[in-house]
T-cell receptor
Framework: KAGVTQTPRYLIKTRGQQVTLSCSPI?????VSWYQQTPGQGLQFLFE???????NKGNFPGRFSGRQFSNSRSEMNVSTLELGDSALYLC?????????????FGPGTRLLVL | AQSVTQLGSHVSVSEGALVLLRCNYS??????LFWYVQYPNQGLQLLLK??????LVKGINGFEAEFKKSETSFHLTKPSAHMSDAAEYFC????????????FGKGTTLSVSS
């Protein structure tokens, strides 16, 4: 079974632009979460979706948004990019939304904002 | 609110030595705890998880962790380190019981010398 796939893998943008990252979960998985990883702040939770509904949201500004489609694929969007948004963005999927479920992570999208 | 503290950002051991990576948690509800490993330029891979079934949890690659409620700890151990264990290790706790989102510790980088 294919793992979590994220596209693109690498991205370079300039300040003020917007960016959309895509995540395809493992086949059959209905829950998708997004995380931001930076050297300074570590791994921080962005948001979680289950069956197209946002279940949890982290402490990020409104410039960060996400959505999930009926086929469970998910996108996250960052508008008005800032230098501090440079990070590795990780997507994780799980079969359902139960707290015992394991999250399986994709390889990430590395975003560089210049 | 849930939180995780990993004691020691860097741990160095010799090949064949005991590996001990420390994790303490804070949770207002019975916790679900996880250990993940991250190799350079890759996503996170689950090592093991605690979901209240057994306090001693065995994972992949010879790792295990013991849940100690009285000490609010979930330390990761491996009896004999291998060069391939060199990586960054993250302890995580579920944000709440309503989903799969995780709060991660800052991570511990494990170095293994020959």
């Amino acid at each position: 079974k294919a793992g979590v796939t994220q596209t693109p893998r690498y991205l370079i943008k300039t300040r003020g632009q917007q960016v959309t990252l895509s995540c395809s979960p493992i086949s059959g998985h209905r829950s998708v979460s997004w995380y931001q990883q930076t050297p300074g702040q570590g791994l921080q939770f962005l948001f979680e979706y289950f069956s197209e509904t946002q279940r949890n949201k982290g402490n990020f500004p409104g410039r960060f948004s996400g959505r999930q489609f009926s086929n469970s694929r998910s996108e996250m969007n960052v508008s008005t990019l800032e230098l501090g948004d440079s990070a590795l963005y990780l997507c994780a999927s799980s079969l359902t939304s139960g707290p015992q479920e394991t999250q399986y992570f994709g390889p990430g999208t590395r975003l560089l904002v210049l | 609110a849930q939180s995780v503290t990993q004691l020691g950002s860097h741990v160095s051991v010799s090949e064949g030595a005991l590996v001990l990576l420390r994790c303490n948690y804070s949770s207002s509800v019975p916790p679900y705890l996880f250990w993940y490993v991250q190799y350079p330029n890759q996503g996170l891979q689950l090592l093991l998880k605690y979901t209240s079934a057994a306090t001693l949890v065995k994972g992949i690659n010879g790792f295990e962790a013991e849940f100690k409620k009285s000490e609010t700890s979930f330390h990761l151990t491996k009896p004999s380190a291998h060069m391939s264990d060199a990586a960054e290790y993250f302890c995580a706790v579920r944000i709440n019981q309503a989903g799969t989102a995780l709060i991660f510790g800052k991570g511990t980088t494990l170095s293994v010398s020959s």
